[in-house]
């Protein structure tokens, strides 16, 4: 039995490329390699497809006071992507595409939040000086 195994992608945006990430991801130009039909699982921001990924970058950036003005080629976030193979989705058959088993899929997706919030917390936690 070949249990798949997990994809992560991370990918620095700059404020220039927001929108065509965001184009990409919901689909709103076409994107040959991907199911129309099915949509991707946002986790930051409201449940509003509406809502703009610029926007939501730049209230966040704006909670933070900036002492200096922002460069035109800074970084404004790094996008992550978490999957994983076909194998694991659909492991009866991994060359059905646009099939996947909804458990599995659930599980991905509780799976993958656990260790985002795990990740965070453990990046904010104030490290010791040493000695």
Known sequence: MTYGY???RTKKLKRTNLA???AHTAR????P??????QNIRLIGSDDPNEK???LVLAKIG???QKRKIRTDAVYCVEILLTASPQYYR???????????EERLQNWVEANLKWLDETRE???RPRRASP
């Open 20 to 22: 065509g990430s965001e």
């Open 33 to 38: 390699n991907a199911d129309p039909s099915k």
């Open 6 to 8: 997990a994809i992560a």
């Open 122 to 124: 453990r990046s904010h």
């Open 63 to 65: 909670q933070y006071e």
């Open 28 to 31: 709103t130009r076409e994107t």
């Open 91 to 101: 492991p009866d058959d991994p060359t059905r595409a646009g099939y996947y088993d």
């Open 53 to 55: 990924l610029e926007d």
